[in-house]
């Protein structure tokens, strides 16, 4: 599975982005499709997942009522908007994704790894 980011920038506290999530390849008709971030010397973390399996989606804590994923199979691309944000979500935002996946989203948080598909990541910088 190839993955393209786009979307993101510099946005001042309070602002939103929209992160776009290109993809193509996918050889069965479930999968799911995750976006993680990596903060300057933090390790990467997850943010969200959708599952088309369910269409079940999850968020960490950290950008619950604040971040939404959506999935437009039309144009093969996952979007995550991000509202509210602030300096701590700062950091390089990557999209992944498991071809073939039949169960919900937060399962599927606990298998992404080295082997997944990952997209090549976009800057996000929250700043005044």
């Known amino acids: 599975v190839q993955l393209v980011e786009s979307g993101g920038g510099l946005v001042q506290p309070g602002g939103s982005l929209r992160l776009a999530c290109t993809t193509s390849g996918f050889t069965f008709v479930d999968y799911a499709i995750a976006w993680f971030r990596q903060a300057p010397g933090k390790e990467r973390e997850g943010v969200g997942c959708?599952?088309?399996?369910?269409?079940?989606?999850y968020y960490a804590d950290s950008v619950k009522g604040r971040f939404i994923i959506s999935n437009d199979k039309a144009k093969d691309t996952v979007y995550l908007q991000m509202d509210s944000l602030q300096p701590e979500d700062t950091g390089v935002y990557y999209c992944?994704?498991?071809?073939?996946?039949?169960?919900?989203?937060?399962?599927?948080?606990?298998?992404?790894?080295?082997?997944?598909?990952w997209g090549q990541g976009t800057q996000v910088t929250v700043s005044s």
């Open positions: 959708f599952s088309s399996a369910d269409r079940s989606q």
């Open positions: 992944a994704a498991i071809d073939g996946w039949h169960l919900d989203a937060t399962q599927a948080m606990g298998y992404f790894g080295p082997d997944s598909d």
